[in-house]
């Protein structure tokens, strides 16, 4: 049975900052300097990254945001309902799986905070990619305070997923 400690195991996965488990998969070598990029990077960041990451009913991921754009492929298990709150204060929900209203792949844009929780099965397995590829410095998890303060009308899903 493919369970999600198969996949933990099968793919090396460890346990993510955000919730979850993942393991990085590919770093481009190609840089784009500092000067190209938008004044919010500090330094020189990889073309493009990409990992593997599985959450569960249990471990899911919690609100965080990125200053790139991220774009989610689903791979095996159940689904997924992630949730955005937009730079206009607007929260939406995509799901993620290959059942009747779901996409198999989904976009997060860049400075928006997310979340991610299991909508059907125990556990997804998907792959993550960011481009410009991903920097530990441009990872922001939510201090759930701050996002109550900011965002209150989503006060449930914010109490849920910090």
């Keep these: 049975m493919l369970d999600a400690k198969y996949w933990i ?3 090396g996965l460890k346990k993510h900052p955000e919730g979850g488990f993942f393991a990085e998969t590919y ?13 919010s990077y500090n330094s020189e960041r990889n073309v493009s990254t990409a990992i593997y ?3 569960t009913k249990d471990n899911p991921s919690k609100f965080h945001r990125l200053k790139s754009d991220e774009i989610w492929y689903y791979h095996y ?9 937009d730079e206009n204060f607007n929260l939406i929900s995509k799901k993620l799986g290959v059942n009747q209203n779901e996409e198999p ?10 979340a991610a929780e ?16 991903f920097d530990f410095a441009d ?11 900011t965002f209150i009308f989503h006060k449930d899903i914010i ?3 910090t």
């Excluded at 299991?118 to 590829?133: E, F, H, N, Q, R």
């Design 159 to 161: 109490n849920k997923l």
């Design 105 to 114: 792949q989904q976009v997060i844009p860049k400075n928006n905070w997310f």
């Design 53 to 55: 990451f599985l959450i």
């Design 77 to 85: 298990g159940g689904s997924i309902e992630i949730h955005i709150i």
């Design 118 to 133: 299991i909508s059907s099965g125990d556990y997804v397995l998907i792959s993550c990619s960011v481009a410009p590829g």
């Design 9 to 11: 195991d099968r793919l």
């Design 139 to 149: 990872f922001e998890l939510a201090d759930k305070e701050n996002l109550l303060n």
């Design 27 to 39: 770093r481009s070598n190609d840089k784009i300097s500092a000067e190209c990029l938008d004044k």
